[in-house]
């Protein structure tokens, strides 16, 4: 793309972030399991400020499991996370997946 075309357009990007959101089941035959997981959603647009029409776009999706509760053998198991840690590893992680087009890569064929 030319860099005049850089020049005239505008980026447009909502991030969509969930609430943690619980889950569980049994393992096996007998283990009972509760966890909790957070979804980020983010999608880019380059839309032009002269048309307003779409240059480029981009899009992905990440879900990080952020605790856990398990009763194994009769004692019960958990782990946590901070889910606001999640959600920095989850948008650094969607950045990077979203501008993978703007990159410059190599194939050998």
Do not use: H
């Not at 032009?48 to 999706?61: E, N, P, V, Y």
Request: glycine share 8%.
């Amino acid at each position: 793309m030319a860099a005049w075309a850089w020049s005239r357009s505008r980026w447009r990007t909502p991030i969509k972030v969930s609430n943690v959101k619980p889950s569980g089941g049994i393992i096996g035959l007998a283990v009972p399991f509760v966890q909790a997981t957070v979804t980020v959603d983010l999608m880019v647009r380059l839309v032009s400020t002269r048309s307003g029409g779409t240059l480029w776009r981009s899009s992905a999706s990440a879900s990080e499991k952020v605790g856990s509760v398990a009763l194994v053998g009769g004692v019960p198991e958990f782990s946590a996370k901070d889910p606001n840690d999640a959600y920095g590893r989850l948008v650094n992680s969607l950045v990077w997946t979203v501008t993978q087009d703007l990159r410059p890569t190599w194939r050998k064929q």
